[in-house]
């Protein structure tokens, strides 16, 4: 099957106010799968926007190569718009238009007819909490608004391939849990494929069927959570609480080979790193029989998304992989 999305050693160079150049997105690879929820995670200044304002047509590349559907979006630029809908990082609305005329006007635009356009701004300014402002200028509305108008009008038209560049920043919770209902309804009922931007890693966690960590213009690392987990020192941690820690327990922990390292956190607490989890719960259930003390409590957790993000992404060159957990501790 021919991906939804491809796109092929894709650069861009920007030239500074002092005619230096700077590389903000160097020369990426990769292809969504049509129905996939994907999330690309980086730091501030990445290239992240740069990335999707290429791949919508908003700027063109230095080099390489964009497919959607199989097709150069350079052969016919109009044809790729009608397959997008994205909710840009900046005010991108008609200001000189309502919010139900933003609504409307794009949907027209995108092929629906008057009627049902009608039926689904209303249905969506009210979702959003705006029909008390449907007649507002749009210029009359506040950040928190406008990003709502913004997130109502990039799915206004049911596309195929949704762009949300940071949509939850500066969002009520509220209304996050709402964006991601219209989200998962359109990627459930209409098969339309999400390329997410966000700072909230808890979204990825929940929602993504594969995630790319970028940096500096590059991707360092590309697919499922359960697959970027193998790229990280541990996979997982253990949480034990005795009632004390006897002296020595630590030592004997931190020498055993199922266990990478044991930082103390309080008179009762560890924070375990195992080389090996289930054999690193065994050992340490032996111990503390032997030890003859309470165990309080014992916890298995996976390495969340954030540790795996700090990992990758903070790490420089060369530390990778070296055998300590400095950057988690
Ligand atoms: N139009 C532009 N002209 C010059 N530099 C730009 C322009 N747009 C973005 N940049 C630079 O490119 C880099 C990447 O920016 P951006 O894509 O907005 O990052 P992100 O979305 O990941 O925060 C930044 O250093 C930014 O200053
Ligand atoms: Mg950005």
Redesign the pocket.
Known sequence: MVPILEVQSLK?I???ADGSA?T??DGISFDLRAGEIFSFL????????????MITTQ?SPSGGMIKIEGQDIRENPALARQKIGIVA?HNNLDRGLTALENLVFHGKYFGMGTAEAEERAHSLLEDFGLSDWKDDYVKSFSGGMAQRLKIARAIMHRPKLLFL??PTTGLDPAYREILWKHVLTLNKKNHTTVFL?THYMEEPQRFSDRVAI?NA?KIKAIGTIEELRELVPTANIIYLTLDQIPSGFEQFLQNDSAIRQVVKNDQKSLTIYPEDHKQALNKIINLVDKHNVTLENIQLSSTSLEDIYISLTDNKEGEKNNGTNANIN
Do not use: C, M, R, W
Not at 42 to 53: D, L
């Open positions: 861009k920007f030239t500074k700077h903000a997105v980086g730091p501030n200044g990445a290239g992240k926007s740069t990335t999707i304002n700027l990082q560049d940071e931007t970028y213009g």
